[in-house]
């Protein structure tokens, strides 16, 4: 972890600023000096004497406080830290950034800054999802700027999605990585995630259990470890953080055509959970019920195997990862998976009742490699993904 840093901690006026609170204390505890500033709403959240006193040293929050500008001027304060952090940093200061206001201390100093910036966003999931807040959100990606979060979950205001603070902890992390780059990883990564949906007319379709959690996280990892990662993702919930590059599909067709789209790559991911079949002939239009009539038939087609498809190619990426989801003999399917599809590993989870790998937060996986098999204990998505990366960096630095 970093030690003996200058960090500028901002916290807006969000639900989420008495994290902020923890987030100070920790940053101290690495021998680091925090140089609060509090907006105005903020001030509504935590004061500013449990700032003052958590940071070690006075909160700045007015720009015209002639006391506070003879103090430290805030041009001063834009330069004086190794790293800006923002945490909460609202829809309204996410906004400011983007359009280059600076009409309090909070913007001022963000506009003046020429140190790297995180971001840890925080706001109702409606706020996050909205196209403006996501147009401003592309705007500082491209500006450079690094984000942290934000995590789904419960809310509170009550509601259920992403917007959610990252934890200090998790923002710390990201601190160090900012701080302490080590090796970055220079290449491009495919992940697949999701489910599949196969339309049987225009109001029913197949799908399956998968929620791209997992996808989700290899893709994260990846992009905080340095790799240009683009995410092709089926119909799921999950958002990957900003700044990865998200293609949309809904078929298994539709999904091996984008991954072809962005070939060639170092390392592709086949995580998605992709329908093996489709119905031979969707219905252009809504099938009718007919009372009384029973045994109404679907004529099921083979989907492409994306997995195996692209791990025969010319020009498939130099390490393919595939994922094999049991309900049963999980190490023996899976090994004879990665032969029968070519792929050079293979992720195997299993997905039988009471697992609750689809969906659920955490996975008890095995790797599956040409060397022998390695199981993992369980742990959370997150550190699958983590544990993966390291894995694969470790592959190809041999
Ligand atoms: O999304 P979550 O809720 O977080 O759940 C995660 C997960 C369980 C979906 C994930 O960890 C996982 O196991 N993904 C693969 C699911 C799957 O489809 O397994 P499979 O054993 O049926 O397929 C084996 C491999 O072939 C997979 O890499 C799959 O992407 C690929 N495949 C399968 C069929 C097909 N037509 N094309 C493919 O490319």
């Given at each position: 972890m970093?030690?003996?840093r200058?960090?500028l901690?901002?916290?807006?006026g969000?639900i989420?600023a008495?994290k902020?609170?923890?987030?100070?204390?920790?940053?101290?505890?690495?021998g680091?000096?925090?140089?609060?500033?509090?907006?105005e709403a903020?001030?509504?959240?935590?004061?500013?004497?449990?700032?003052?006193?958590?940071?070690?040293?006075?909160?700045?929050?007015d720009?015209?406080?002639?006391?506070?500008e003879?103090?430290i001027?805030?041009?001063?304060?834009?330069?004086?830290?190794?790293?800006?952090v923002?945490?909460p940093?609202?829809?309204?200061?996410?906004a400011?950034m983007?359009h280059?206001?600076?009409?309090?201390?909070?913007?001022?100093?963000?506009?003046?800054?020429d140190?790297?910036?995180?971001v840890?966003?925080?706001?109702?999931?409606r706020?996050?999802q909205?196209s403006a807040?996501q147009?401003n959100?592309?705007?500082?990606?491209?500006?450079g700027?690094?984000?942290?979060?934000p995590?789904?979950?419960d809310m509170?205001?009550?509601?259920f999605?992403?917007?959610?603070?990252?934890?200090?902890?998790?923002?710390?992390e990201?601190i160090?990585?900012?701080?302490?780059?080590g090796?970055?990883?220079?290449m491009?990564?495919?992940?697949?995630?999701?489910?599949?949906w196969e339309?049987i007319?225009?109001v029913?379709?197949?799908?399956?259990?998968?929620?791209g959690?997992?996808g989700?996280?290899?893709?994260r990892?990846f992009?905080?470890?340095?790799?240009e990662?683009?995410?092709?993702?089926?119909?799921?919930?999950?958002?990957?953080r900003?700044?990865?590059?998200?293609v949309?599909v809904?078929?298994?067709?539709?999904?091996l055509?984008?991954?072809k789209?962005?070939?060639?790559?170092?390392?592709?991911?086949?995580?998605?959970a992709v329908?093996?079949?489709?119905?031979a002939?969707a219905s252009?239009?809504k099938?009718?019920?007919?009372?009384?009539?029973?045994?109404?038939?679907?004529?099921?087609v083979?989907?492409?195997?994306?997995?195996?498809?692209v791990?025969?190619?010319?020009n498939r990426?130099?390490?393919?990862?595939?994922?094999?989801?049991?309900?049963?003999n999980?190490?023996?399917n899976?090994?004879?998976?990665?032969?029968?599809?070519?792929?050079?590993?293979?992720?195997?989870?299993e997905?039988g009742?009471?697992?609750?790998?689809?969906?659920?937060?955490?996975?008890?996986?095995?790797?599956?490699?040409?060397?022998?098999?390695?199981r993992w204990?369980?742990m959370p998505?997150?550190?699958?993904?983590?544990?993966?990366?390291?894995e694969?960096?470790?592959?190809?630095?041999?």
């Open positions: 970093f030690q003996n200058k960090i901690v901002v916290i807006g969000g989420a008495y902020s609170l923890e987030l100070i204390r920790l940053i101290r505890q690495t680091s000096e925090v140089i609060p500033v509090l907006t903020g001030e509504r959240f935590v004061t500013p004497l449990s700032v003052t006193a958590l940071a070690g040293t006075e909160v700045n929050t720009l015209f406080d002639p006391a506070e003879a103090r001027g805030h041009i001063a304060l834009s330069r004086s830290a190794d790293l800006v923002i945490a940093a609202t829809a309204d200061l996410i400011k983007a280059g206001l600076a009409d309090d201390l909070a913007s001022t100093v963000l506009m003046a800054t140190t790297p910036v995180l840890a966003p925080a706001m109702n999931v706020m996050w909205h807040l147009r959100l592309a705007t500082l990606a491209d500006d700027i690094e984000f942290v979060g995590e789904t979950g509170a205001c009550g509601e999605g992403p917007g959610r603070m990252a934890e200090p902890q998790t923002i710390m990201a160090d990585r900012i701080l302490n780059p090796e970055r990883l220079a491009k990564v495919v992940v697949t995630s999701g489910p599949t339309a007319d225009p029913r379709f197949i799908a399956n259990r998968s929620s959690k997992q989700a996280e290899i893709a990892a992009a905080e470890n340095g790799a990662v683009v995410f092709i993702t089926g119909p799921a919930a999950e958002e990957p900003v700044g990865i590059r998200v949309r809904e078929t298994a067709r539709e999904m055509d984008a991954v789209q962005e070939l060639p790559a170092e390392v592709g991911i086949f995580a998605a329908a093996d079949w489709r119905v002939n252009p239009s099938i009718k019920k007919k009372s009384g009539r029973t045994g109404q038939q679907l004529t099921l083979e989907n492409p195997d994306i997995l195996a498809t791990a025969g190619l010319e990426p130099g390490l393919v990862v595939g994922f094999a989801a049991e309900t049963e999980l190490e023996e899976a090994t004879a998976k990665r032969v029968r599809k070519g792929c050079d590993w293979i992720v195997a989870n997905v009742e009471g697992t609750d790998t689809f969906g659920g937060d955490e996975n008890t996986v095995l790797l599956v490699t040409g060397d022998g098999v390695d204990p369980r998505k997150s550190a699958v993904a983590d544990r993966l990366v390291a694969i960096c470790d592959k190809l630095r041999q």
